[in-house]
């Protein structure tokens, strides 16, 4: 990628703060949390392929989820933690708009695959006998493949526009990573086109998503207000909470960031709104989705206990494991 319609080589990132004596804390902080997000998203991407009875509908999208938590974290945290330790961040042209599709892939996606769980769970609880014929492995893929086209359209539809525009003298990015917003500070030409396509892409990007999943949630409460059992109706409650407490991190960090009137919050600050978004929920997503999960827990243990004895023999349950990538998307009944 060729910045033909501008004069900007390269982009310096202003990194979270100015201040020298933040720089080594934040950079060890970071790079914990960054340790930590790849550490339980990957473990939870190796569990769920190697665990065939993890090989159901909700753990496909939590796989995606964890795939998609990984990529996204890694397409920026790493860039942030070079800013830290280096004089001048700067990144060129065309690393930026690389940057900028990729991190907007990962994030739309993710808003649709929470969506995706959402229904997954709706249709598991308001309509059980149903649930197998429902949400197939046919159906899964489809709803996975939707995920990435979404993803897709909307990053190449951004980046599109942020690349006609023209850059002038003006280089440095008030952000950590290459982000719409700022970038569009920086222009020197019209935005009016790009405004447009950041409210209309945002709106449905976390509108959409966002109705589906209140959706689905009133109907999982109102089919929970039905259980007669104490016992049944704080299980679900349970796993709606872990959810919810996701979704609302997630969308709510966005919609705070590309929603707002700019005159209510500067770019500085709605940058470290977006940490939620870019930081904070890959890292806990694992934790909330997975590590307070009974069938996560036992797949671990066992998982941990066939590799400490070694064995030579293959149990089924091991011969299954061989085949965990075709059982991905050969759920059990």
Known sequence: MVAENS????????????????????????????????????????????SAHLHTPMYFFLYHL?????CYSTAITP??????????NVISYAGCMTQLFFFLFFVVSES??????????????????AYAATVS??????????VYAMGLARAAAHTACMA??????????????CDILPLLELSCTSTRVNVLVVYVGVGIDIGVPTLTIFVSYALILSSILRIRSSRGRSKAFSTCSSHLMAVSLFFGSGAFMYLKPSSLLPLSQ?????????????????????????DVKA???????????????????????????????SFHK
């Not at 492995?137 to 939707?146: D, K, M, N």
Request: glycine share 8%; aromatic share 10%; with cysteine.
């Open 270 to 294: 709605g940058k470290v709104s977006s940490l939620f978004y870019t930081i904070v929920v890959p890292m806990l997503n694992p934790l909330i989705y997975s590590l307070r999960n009974k």
């Open 137 to 146: 492995p046919r159906v899964c893929l489809l709803l996975a493949s939707g």
């Open 164 to 177: 006609r525009l023209t850059f002038c003298a003006r280089s440095l990015v008030d952000h950590y990573m």
């Open 66 to 70: 964890s795939l998609i938590d990984f």
């Open 7 to 50: 004069s900007v080589t390269e982009f310096v990132l202003a990194g979270l703060t100015h201040q020298p004596g933040l720089q080594a804390p934040l950079f060890l902080l970071f790079l914990g949390s960054y340790v930590a997000t790849a550490a339980g998203n990957l473990g939870l991407l190796a569990l769920i392929g190697l």
């Open 112 to 129: 649709f695959v929470l969506s995706a769980m959402a229904y997954d769970r709706y249709v598991a609880i308001c309509d059980p006998l």
């Open 299 to 329: 797949a671990l243990k066992k998982t941990w206990s066939k590799t400490k004895s070694k064995s030579v023999t293959l149990s089924p349950d091991q011969g299954a494991i061989g085949t965990a990538g075709k059982g991905l998307f």
């Open 79 to 88: 860039k942030m933690l070079a800013g830290f330790v280096s004089d001048r």
